[in-house]
């Protein structure tokens, strides 16, 4: 049984973009391919809550590599996504330009397959925010069903 969404779906659901795809660009140091997220929906700095979305488009660079005839948007590029909200959040939301990386993952679930096309959102309940070591509760939801779930770390460099 799957736990309990991180946020409540009407809080990012069919909401209007808080940052747009280039707001993100503009102050993450990811670039081209590798800038995945497409938009923030929802951010409560206080309380430390974030949601962002990736579209999974059918043409995506990653497509024609990973299965191909049946692409699965990969594991590993969730994540990702993941460490970018968490870092996003904690720093690029305030125009910090302190570099944070992806340091770890625990307690990772993949629940379903990501197919494209659909909207992955990602949800991030943050855990630990220090100046060197960011931690969050992290979770992938396409068309309220949980995805993946995971404890996603990053730190500063």
């Known amino acids: 049984m799957p736990p309990p969404l ?3 779906s009407d809080l990012f659901t069919d909401r209007e973009e808080v940052y747009s795809h280039q707001d993100i660009y503009e102050r993450m140091p990811h670039k081209f391919e590798f800038a995945l997220l497409d938009g923030l929906t929802y951010v409560d700095k206080e309380a430390g809550l974030a949601v962002a979305y990736h579209d999974c488009k059918p043409d995506g660079w ?3 590599g990973h299965v191909p005839g049946r692409p699965i948007f990969p594991g590993v590029l969730q994540l990702e996504c993941s460490a970018q909200l968490i870092a996003f959040l904690t ?3 305030d125009g910090c330009d302190k570099f944070i990386v992806f340091s770890g993952v625990e307690q990772c679930r993949f629940r379903d ?3 494209p096309p659909c909207r992955l959102y990602v949800l ?3 855990i630990e925010d220090r100046t060197r070591r960011v931690k ?3 979770q992938g939801v396409v068309d309220g069903k949980i995805m993946f779930q995971a404890i996603v770390a990053g730190m500063q460099v």
């Open 6 to 8: 991180l946020i409540e």
């Open 62 to 64: 990653w497509v024609r």
């Open 91 to 93: 720093r690029y939301v």
């Open 113 to 115: 397959a990501v197919i």
């Open 124 to 126: 991030a309940r943050m």
């Open 136 to 138: 969050a509760d992290v």
